[in-house]
């Protein structure tokens, strides 16, 4: 714990300018490059020119270390890495690699502080997949490695014909000499190990790409579209045995007794043994396993925190005090004043918890030796998957091997790895057998670190058909404080700046603006859902907006351009989904209405509209229009699909989903009680991205947090009924 608070204290002072002792260590550390993790494991003949490529007499090897869940990771960073090294991304060989420090998220650090990412990601260096970071983080990173490979080959072959490199061209894997033969990079690999590699490479200009900004196949899709994708719990071995845990419901509470004599004698089990704050079954299948684990009478201790919701609301709603301390806050303008000045206009906003619910279950295979440990499972975090094994085996960080499996979806759940602390507790008390541990659904839907309940207070005046004044107050639980004790052992020394994503960080020039963000005391374990703070911020911050221009007789979407003239970024992303829809209004008369909604998150402005009808069986989605500014789509198909997922994936949560406790855990642990939005209910939907920023930004996220306020917002000018909390089933029927 001191050494992971020293780090990050150490982290966040080089930033400043007070800083004086130490500053030439960090400056140092800052400028030095990670060192190669390919280049310990080379045999004769093999060369890894970067940390992303590695080359052999049988080709081309590309390293993509950002895990892919589904959001197509994998095929995007093939993508970068071929088109500047000149070959065929559907036809080389890739590999995830091993947790590496050269791995690093940069982006991700960028995002905790701005401007100074790379600072963070040197002193405090993290492989983690998360953020909508990979595109960001890997956009010019895998671009120069791939050039530098492919500049590095051609000074190999120029060293072997006695050539000039500026002579040589590449095509297909290939060195082209003047002469027009082609000499495969393989062939070039033992050449290309013995001299330095080529560091100042020019990257290409978009108009030379060949794959990239144009339709592509995504590496992956003849597999997912043939069913011959593996992912982590088709993991099959020799000796494999199959276990699954029951671990207390109050996440953290510990086991009183357990009697598992009638457990002991069903067919296949082969032992049930203790393991934290739970019980553990192995057999000789996992369905045999469950079997066995529900066959376990079991007495739990209290969890660590309140039982029911109805307890966890009243201390939201305890610490939603203005004028207490803040976490972060946003004022422009004098708030008090001109909230003195007009008739003020309030309202509540209420979110629940949600689950992550991947449809693949948690799930790890893990093999354990005296000499090493092997293990394979889908995972955001490698680096701490790694650095928790050799803290529970004895291994040495170099004998501990990770090997990262494709997701069958995630949404933040896998930024965690209880599920894999399980399975090397099972595996490091049967040394040489493997292991596969499975989570039952409901233990899966029980044991999630979910995304936090949110409380906010809304203030607000307008003037003369304009919003005047906007007061947020934000409570909720510090994401940051939870997820990151259990990875690192303390959280970082700074605010959680997740308590307010997506409400004091919105580009609005409003006069007088004010958001405000409260940090509830621990309850019920959180961590990242599918865009963190904005999911729930966005809702909060872009309802009550829509409540103030509407008192104000203003039009939603206009008045919006307008708070946002100071930002024509945002502005050109409003104009286009205005267009998009053929705006003319938001009540469109005879039950129709339209919402929209504004969130500025992870970089990304997106802008979405929703129309909805309200008949007598209830309301029906209709059409949903997005926007959203990414500085350059890459892969338009990809960016589609993971824009309208995003869309889908909210309208689910807004209309039906919640997690409500009793006795500690939450009453709805299968899809049956968390449904998400059903296929007839699906919507046309029509996305873009534009192109007018100079950054680079992912997708996987910003499409989630405009979704529901639009949707709400829909409702009222459809209906004239304002619902301010989710999910909206509780206030509104849907057909």
Not at 374 to 391: L, M
Request: charged share 25%; glycine share 10%.
């Amino acid at each position: 714990m001191g050494k992971a608070r020293t780090i990050a204290r150490r982290t966040f002072l080089v930033g400043s300018v007070a800083v004086t002792g130490g500053v030439a260590f960090s400056v140092w550390r800052v400028n030095t490059p990670f060192a190669n993790p390919l280049l310990g494991d080379l045999k004769d003949g093999e060369a890894a020119i970067t940390p992303f490529i590695k080359i052999d007499g049988s080709g081309v090897t590309l390293i993509t270390p950002r895990a892919d869940k589904g959001q197509g990771a994998y095929s995007i960073q093939t993508y970068l890495l071929a088109e500047e090294l000149d070959v065929d991304p559907l036809k080389v060989k890739t590999s995830v690699g091993k947790p590496a420090k050269a791995y690093t998220n940069f982006a991700l650090g960028e995002e905790i502080m701005p401007g100074r990412g790379h600072i963070l990601g040197k002193l405090m260096p993290m492989q983690m997949t998360g953020g909508s970071s990979t595109v960001p983080d890997m956009y010019v990173r895998l671009r120069r490695a791939g050039a530098a490979a492919r500049e590095t080959l051609k000074e190999a072959a120029a060293k072997l014909h006695n050539l000039s490199a500026d002579k040589l061209k590449t095509e297909n894997g290939h060195v082209i000499l003047p002469s027009g033969e082609k000499i495969a990079y393989g062939a070039l690999a033992e050449t290309a190990a013995k001299i330095n590699p080529v560091k100042n490479v020019k990257l290409r200009d978009p108009s030379e790409w060949k794959f990239l900004g144009r339709d592509i196949q995504r590496t992956d899709i003849v597999a997912k579209s043939t069913g011959t994708q593996d992912y982590g719990i088709d993991m099959e071995m020799e000796g494999l045995v199959y276990a699954t845990v029951r671990a207390n419901p109050g996440i953290g509470g510990g086991v009183k007794s357990f009697d598992a004599s009638d457990a002991t004698k069903m067919r296949g089990v082969h032992k049930i043994m203790p393991v934290a704050h739970g019980v553990a079954v192995i057999a000789d299948n996992s369905w045999r396993a469950f079997k066995a684990a529900e066959a376990i009478n079991i007495e739990w201790e209290p969890g660590p925190y309140p039982p029911t919701s109805a307890q966890m609301w009243k201390i939201l709603e305890k610490n939603l005090v203005p004028g207490s301390k803040a976490i972060k806050n946003r004022k422009d303008g004098n708030v008090d004043a001109a909230l003195k000045s007009g008739d003020v206009i309030e309202a509540q906003y209420r979110v629940p918890y949600l689950a992550h619910a991947p449809l693949e279950p948690m799930n790890a295979t893990v093999l354990i030796t005296d000499e090493r440990v092997d293990i394979w499972t889908g995972t955001q975090i490698p680096d701490f998957v790694q650095k928790h094994a050799v803290k529970m085996t004895g291994h040495k960080a170099k004998d501990v091997f990770v090997h990262v499996l494709p997701m069958g979806g995630s949404f933040g759940r896998r930024l965690e790895d209880t599920y894999v602390l399980q399975t090397l507790e099972i595996a490091n008390s049967m040394r040489g057998t493997p292991v596969k541990m499975t989570w039952t659904r409901e233990e899966d839907f029980s044991h999630d670190y979910v995304r936090p309940m949110a409380l906010s207070r809304g203030r607000g005046t307008v003037k003369d058909g304009k919003v005047e004044a906007f007061d947020l107050d934000i409570v909720c639980q510090s994401i940051a404080k939870s997820q990151f004790v259990r990875l690192m052992g303390s959280a970082p020394p700074i605010p959680d700046t997740s308590i307010t994503q997506g409400g004091d960080d919105q580009p609005y020039s409003i006069p007088n603006y004010r958001v405000t963000g409260y940090k509830a005391p621990e309850m019920a374990p959180v961590s990242s859902w599918r865009s963190v703070g904005a999911s729930h911020n966005g809702f909060h911050h872009e309802c009550f907006l829509d409540e103030l221009i509407d008192a104000a007789g203003a039009d939603p979407l206009k008045e919006r351009i307008r708070l946002l003239q100071n930002d024509p970024l945002s502005v050109k992303v409003l104009e286009e989904v205005g267009r998009m829809s053929g705006w003319t209004g938001h009540k469109l008369g005879n039950g129709r209405g339209r919402g929209v909604a504004f969130t500025l998150s992870f970089g990304v402005r997106t802008a979405e509209i929703i129309e909805v009808v309200n008949t007598e069986a209830g309301i029906i989605i209709e059409k949903v229009w997005g926007a959203a500014e990414v500085g350059k789509v890459l892969d338009p198909i990809n960016f589609e699909a993971q824009f309208s997922g995003g869309i889908v994936f909210a309208l689910g949560h807004a209309m039906n989903c919640e997690l409500t406790y009793e006795d500690y855990y939450p009453k709805q642990t299968n899809y049956y009680a968390y449904e998400g939005l059903k296929l007839y209910q699906t919507p046309d939907i029509q996305v873009k991205g534009l192109e007018n920023g100079d950054q680079i930004k992912g997708m996987g996220e910003p499409g989630v947090p405009p979704a529901a306020p639009a949707l709400a917002n829909a409702i009222f000018a459809a209906t004239g009924h304002r619902i301010r909390q989710l999910p909206l089933y509780k206030a509104i029927d849907f057909v």
